[in-house]
């Protein structure tokens, strides 16, 4: 037998399932339970922003996200092929599971242009599943 849930509420849901077994008189129940979560990512800031920098220097940003769900989670830094070609991001997806935080640095040159005129558009999450 396999059994699937898809919750549509981030809560925790139990049922039951009832077996009639063939010249058995008493009925065998199986308690099931199944926990419904939305993904969610939350990111330590808003807005990257480097200033002017030394020649030679690389300054590092970093940003820190956290799944703060109950559930694995994929997340996909979204716009980052339109940043200055100055700028790099180290890593661009990731699976952090529940409720670690995973860090990521984005580096890149200094020099006259800020990052925040070359935002990233978001970042998306989903299910790993």
């Known amino acids: 037998m396999q059994v699937f849930a898809f919750p549509e509420e981030a809560k925790l849901y139990k049922d039951e399932i009832i077996c009639l077994i063939k010249d058995n008189p008493n009925p065998t129940i199986l308690q099931i339970q199944c926990l419904g979560a939305q993904p ?3 990111v330590d800031q808003e807005t990257v922003k480097f200033e002017r920098a030394l020649i030679g220097k ?4 970093e ?3 956290t799944n703060s769900c109950a559930i694995p989670v994929n997340w996909r830094l979204v716009g980052v092929d339109k940043l200055p070609e100055e700028f790099f991001v180290t890593k661009t997806t990731g699976l952090p599971k529940p409720p670690a935080p995973k860090k990521e640095t984005r580096t ?3 020099g006259t242009k800020k990052v925040e005129e070359n ?3 978001r970042v998306n999450s989903m299910t790993s599943e």
């Open 119 to 121: 935002k990233l558009e």
């Open 63 to 65: 940003l820190v996200l």
């Open 40 to 42: 969610i990512v939350k």
């Open 58 to 61: 690389q300054p590092k940003r």
């Open 108 to 110: 890149g040159a200094g």
